[in-house]
C-alpha cells in the first residue's frame, strides 16, 4: 500500500509558476507509475501529466503540453508536477496518484492523495 502526501500548492498570478510535491511512504515507490490529476469546481477530475515506473516516460494532457512538467526521484519517494506559464484556467485541486500502470483516466491508479489547492488569479 502506499501513502500519498501533496504539497507546493498555493495563490499565484497568471504567468507565474508553482512546484508541486507528492511524497510516498512505501518502499515500492519506484514500481508504481505516478499521476497527476485535478478537479476544478464543478467539474470533473482531469488527468494532467503521468511518468512511468520504468525510463521515466512522460506524459501529458495537451492543455499543459509545454507549460508542465511532471518528474520523480525514486530515492526521495516523491514526485514533482512543476509548473510555469499558470493560466486562471489551471486553478483546481490537482492530486497525485499511484497506479501499476500507465493510464490517463483516474480508474487507472490504485492509491491519492488528499489534493492541494492552486489558484490562478488574472
Known amino acids: 500500500q502506499v501513502q500519498l502526501v501533496e504539497s507546493g500548492g498555493g495563490l499565484v498570478q497568471a504567468g507565474g509558476s508553482l512546484r508541486l510535491s507528492c511524497a510516498a511512504s512505501?518502499?515500492?515507490?519506484?514500481?508504481?507509475?505516478m499521476g497527476w490529476f485535478r478537479q476544478a469546481p464543478g467539474k470533473e477530475r482531469e488527468f494532467v501529466a503521468a511518468i512511468s515506473w520504468n525510463y521515466g516516460r512522460t506524459y501529458y494532457a495537451d492543455s499543459v503540453k509545454g507549460r508542465f512538467t511532471i518528474s520523480r526521484d525514486n530515492a526521495k519517494n516523491t514526485v514533482y508536477l512543476q509548473m510555469n506559464s499558470l493560466k486562471p484556467e489551471d486553478t483546481a485541486v490537482y492530486y497525485c496518484a499511484a497506479g501499476y500502470r500507465l493510464a490517463t483516466i483516474s480508474a487507472g491508479y490504485s492509491y491519492w492523495g488528499q489534493g492541494t489547492q492552486v489558484t490562478v488569479s488574472s
Open positions: 512505501g518502499r515500492t515507490f519506484s514500481s508504481y507509475t
